[in-house]
């Protein structure tokens, strides 16, 4: 298992944390973006539970891989090039952008950013959307996604080394 990070985090000038994914899948546009917003297929990499239909405008209740639980507001939806959703649980409201790119018939760029966190939390975040676009990666090769803690736990030391002065939570 490699512990190599491939995303970046930085911290803001309002002292917020980013995380910012960039990767490319071997896979047309259209199924990429079923992937990222259909409920079934998220099931498989991202969201374990949703409550609600999620629309433009809407806000759903959603349980993360991750563990993560909270309410996810659609904010913007333009099929198959741009999703922006707000993440609101006990502690934080985030925003999480994804943009789509065809690079040709057979491969997709994903670009994912989640901003809004407290900067102490950006190696989570990071390790976490990290483990998340591997197991993206994962199902659209047909496979199943490992368990996700061992995953962020490997990859967490790589992205506490990567945050600008240091800050940090210890877990």
């Known amino acids: 298992m490699t512990t190599e990070t491939t995303g970046t985090v930085r911290i803001e000038a309002d002292g917020s944390g980013t995380v910012h994914m960039d990767r490319v899948y071997p896979t047309g546009i259209d199924d990429l973006w079923d992937a990222v917003t259909t409920p079934e297929r998220l099931a498989r ?13 809407k806000t759903v209740r959603a349980a993360f891989t991750s563990s993560w639980d909270g309410s996810v507001r659609i904010d913007e939806c333009d099929r198959p090039a ?8 006990d ?5 999480t952008e994804a943009w789509l ?19 102490d939390e950006v190696a989570d975040h990071g390790a976490g959307w990290q483990v998340h676009v591997e197991d993206l990666a994962t199902v659209l090769d047909g496979g199943e996604p490992e368990p996700w ?11 506490l ?11």
């Open 82 to 89: 741009h999703l922006r959703v707000t993440m609101l649980d």
């Open 149 to 159: 803690e061992p995953r962020w736990r490997a990859l967490r030391p790589g992205y």
């Open 101 to 119: 790119t065809a690079v040709d018939a057979d491969h997709t760029r994903l670009v994912l950013e989640e901003r809004g966190f407290r900067a």
């Open 91 to 95: 502690q934080d409201t985030t925003v």
């Open 45 to 57: 990499w991202l969201v374990v539970q949703l409550d609600g239909v999620p629309a433009v405008g």
């Open 161 to 171: 080394a990567a945050v600008p002065g240091g800050t940090s939570t210890a877990v």
